[in-house]
């Protein structure tokens, strides 16, 4: 499929993935069990975004970014 008119320059960049938090079990102990869940939740949902970015990306300059997938 063509696309008509070309997105803005600033729409065609790949998701930007940061560094997670550490995984080091005696600091995951720290965290409240309701805290941990919301992180886990805004994570997944920043991920499930980043892809769709990435995907939109691709679609429209095919290659530019990394084809990765989120766990669910």
Same mark, same amino acid.
């Given at each position: 499929?063509? +696309?008509?008119? /070309? ?6 960049? =790949? ?10 079990? @005696? ?15 805004? !994570?997944? !949902?920043?991920?499930? #975004? !980043?892809?769709? #970015?990435?995907?939109? +990306? $691709?679609? $429209? +300059?095919?290659? @530019? =970014?990394? +084809? /990765?997938? @989120? !766990?669910?």
């Amino acid at each position: 499929m063509k +696309v008509k008119d /070309t997105p803005p320059a600033e729409l065609l960049t =790949c998701a930007t993935r940061p560094e997670g938090l550490p995984e080091d079990p @005696s600091l995951i102990a720290q965290i409240p069990t309701k805290i941990r869940a919301g992180i886990i939740r805004l !994570a997944r !949902a920043f991920a499930g #975004n !980043a892809d769709r #970015n990435d995907r939109l +990306v $691709n679609w $429209n +300059v095919p290659g @530019s =970014c990394p +084809v /990765t997938m @989120s !766990a669910p």
